[in-house]
C-alpha cells in the first residue's frame, strides 16, 4: 500500500506523507511491517502512528546493515537507535549485495549484539541471503537466530 511514484515526485526530504490506507492496515490482527528507511524522514514515519509509544502490542525493530555510513560502528549504531525514540529490538541485516560473504554478516552479527546489549534491549534475528544460509547454521555466532532471505529484486545493491 503506497503512493504512485507519480504522485510523490519532488517530495524529497520534505517529510513523509502516510498513505490513508495504511491507517485500515494498521488496525488488522496479526503482523505489519513498515520499512521506514534510512535519512531525515525515515525516523520521523513512526510519528504519524498512533500510541506508538503507549501500545503494547506493538514490536518496533530497527534493521542495521553495518555496511552503510550511519551504522558501521557500534556508537553509530547505538546513535542511530536512540534517535528512533522507541526500539524493541534489533535485526541484523549486514550485507554488500551480491559481494556479501558469511564472514560480513557474521562481523555485522558481532556489532548489532553488541550495540543491542549496550542499548538493554535483543537482536532478534539476522538476515542472510539464501545462497549463504547453509554459512551460518540456524545462529549466528553471537547466538541469534538466523532468518533466511529470498532476494525478489538481485540487481538492486540495497
Known amino acids: ?17 502516510l498513505y ?3 491507517r485500515w492496515a494498521l488496525r488488522r490482527e ?3 511491517i513498515i520499512d521506514v528507511g534510512y535519512g531525515v524522514a525515515g525516523a520521523r514515519t513512526l510519528h504519524l502512528l498512533e500510541d506508538v509509544e503507549e501500545n ?6 530497527a ?16 546513535d542511530h537507535v536512540r534517535s528512533l525514540g522507541r526500539v524493541d529490538g534489533l535485526i541484523n541485516n549486514t550485507h554488500l549485495g551480491d559481494e556479501t560473504t558469511a564472514a560480513l554478516v557474521q562481523e555485522g552479527a558481532g556489532m548489532v549484539t553488541t550495540a543491542a546489549r549496550e542499548l538493554g534491549i535483543p537482536v532478534v534475528a ?3 541471503v539464501e545462497e549463504l ?7 549466528d ?3 541469534n537466530p538466523v532468518r533466511v532471505l529470498h532476494r525478489y529484486m538481485p540487481r538492486a545493491f540495497w
Open 63 to 78: 534493521v542495521i546493515n553495518t555496511t552503510r555510513p550511519a551504522t558501521a560502528t557500534v556508537p553509530a549504531i547505538i
Open 1 to 17: 500500500m503506497g503512493w504512485e511514484t507519480g504522485q510523490v515526485t519532488g517530495w524529497g526530504e520534505a517529510g513523509t506523507v
Open 133 to 139: 544460509a547453509f554459512f551460518l547454521g540456524e545462529r
Open 56 to 61: 503494547p502490542d506493538l514490536r518496533v525493530l
Open 126 to 128: 539476522t538476515a542472510v
Open 30 to 32: 496479526g503482523s505489519v
Open 20 to 22: 490513508p490506507a495504511v
Open 141 to 143: 555466532r553471537e547466538g
